[in-house]
């Protein structure tokens, strides 16, 4: 008997190495993969980061004054952090000249708009002038559009036309 249980044993025992050899060679395989794909290079999409998109910056002070008879005859203004305020002077009824208070605002493309008004007295008898603008700023320039509407004594007068500002 012990003849016959010899080769089995030799065939059990090499078909153990066989299966650990094949085991160990898998192993290797699997770790050199995992390696490899570890390893490798990031794709454009995996590297790609946020780029910081610059914000205009409109701030300064803006003046300009339009040839006129009536309406907005000049304005100083200053932008800063996308808000407007300044001042004007309106000419309007009874040849009055009105000063102005103006607000408005300067979105993140250039884009402008408010509104202005204004009080006064000519020879006993109240004046007033009040409008909104928009526009944009390109370059240097603040180009604004507006319309405006002056009253005293009783009547009332509207004006539409453009005036720019130039950055100081």
């Known amino acids: 008997m012990a003849d016959t249980d010899a080769p089995k044993e030799k065939g059990s025992k090499k078909l153990v190495y066989i299966i650990v050899g094949i085991v ?15 390893a490798r290079p990031k794709t454009k999409e995996e590297t790609k980061t946020a780029t910081p998109v610059a914000t205009p910056n409109y701030d300064g002070v803006y003046t300009g004054s339009a040839p006129v008879a009536e309406g907005l005859s000049n304005a100083t203004v200053t932008v800063s952090k996308n808000q407007i305020t300044g001042s004007g002077t309106y000419l309007g009824a009874y040849n009055s000249q009105i000063a102005l208070t103006i607000t408005g605002s300067v979105d993140t493309s250039g884009k402008v708009s408010g509104s202005f008004s204004g009080s006064g007295a000519v020879e006993g008898t109240s004046v007033s002038g009040n409008g909104t603008y928009s526009g944009a700023i390109v370059g240097n320039s603040m180009n604004v559009s507006y319309t405006a509407t002056g009253s005293g004594g009783g009547s009332s007068e509207t004006h539409s036309a453009s005036i720019v500002l130039t950055k100081k």
């Open 24 to 38: 160990v060679i898998l192993l290797i395989i699997s770790g050199i993969a995992f390696y490899l794909l570890s």
